[in-house]
């Protein structure tokens, strides 16, 4: 409720973590939320991170009782969901965006609305152009950029996230100030290898202005 007296458009809620709520529980708490606010909502489902997991069934649930229950972020990596996750939309406006930036492809041809995704901080032409390529029947362009974007995905597991993106960052010129304790700087050697794949994407023509891949 503050965030939107505040002016938010949209609220974008995480399952609730540690704890490991029962499907009605998890009904009941989205429900509780959208109900307290007038603006859309939207679930992020992240059970890689939170040990919870919403299901489509789950989702299916909340979708039906309230109105501005607007969409979900999914990041599962289970794409055997989205036809079960997308089909919600007929019924009423709800949108679906994946959450896994290896996975965007893949997740447009399974019906999903976009993308939310970290890699975008650090090469967003490269996501829109992506994105364009899917809407515009272009599937061969789309699927050379989304192989162009696996290797900065990739990247997240040299070290800590968000450690990765803030180095990036910092690499191309744009620094966004190092990740709160406990989270390390990354090792010189995972900086190495990250140095590489954004050369990749500078040689590509994908890193912002003033970009740094020669300097990466």
């Known amino acids: 409720q503050r965030a939107e007296a505040a002016g ?4 974008v ?22 109900r307290s606010v007038h603006v859309p909502v939207l679930a992020y489902n992240i059970p890689e991170r939170t040990g919870v997991d919403l299901t489509p069934g789950v989702v299916a649930r909340i979708a039906a009782a309230c109105e501005n229950f607007a969409g979900l972020k999914d990041s599962s990596g289970q794409l055997d969901r989205l036809p079960e996750l997308t089909a919600i939309g ?29 890699c975008a901080n650090v090469a967003p032409r490269l996501f829109v152009e992506l994105y364009r390529a899917f809407r515009a029947g272009d599937r061969a362009t789309a699927a050379r950029l989304q192989e162009l974007v696996n290797p900065l995905r990739q990247a997240f597991a040299l070290h800590t996230f ?29 900086r190495e290898q990250l140095r590489a794949v954004l050369r ?17």
């Open 162 to 190: 968000p450690s990765v993106i803030k180095e990036a960052l910092r690499m191309i010129g744009l620094p966004a100030g190092p990740c709160r304790k406990p989270v390390s700087p990354m090792p010189e050697q995972a």
């Open 8 to 11: 938010v458009d949209f609220l």
């Open 90 to 118: 007929a019924e009423q406006p709800f949108a679906v965006f994946m959450g896994r930036d290896h996975m965007i492809l893949p997740a447009l041809e399974a019906g999903c609305a976009g993308a939310v995704t970290a």
């Open 13 to 34: 809620v995480v399952t609730p973590y540690y704890l490991r709520p029962s499907p009605q529980e998890l009904v009941e708490h989205y429900i509780e939320v959208c």
């Open 200 to 216: 990749s994407l500078g040689e590509e023509g994908y890193l912002p202005q003033p970009a740094a891949a020669g300097k990466a």
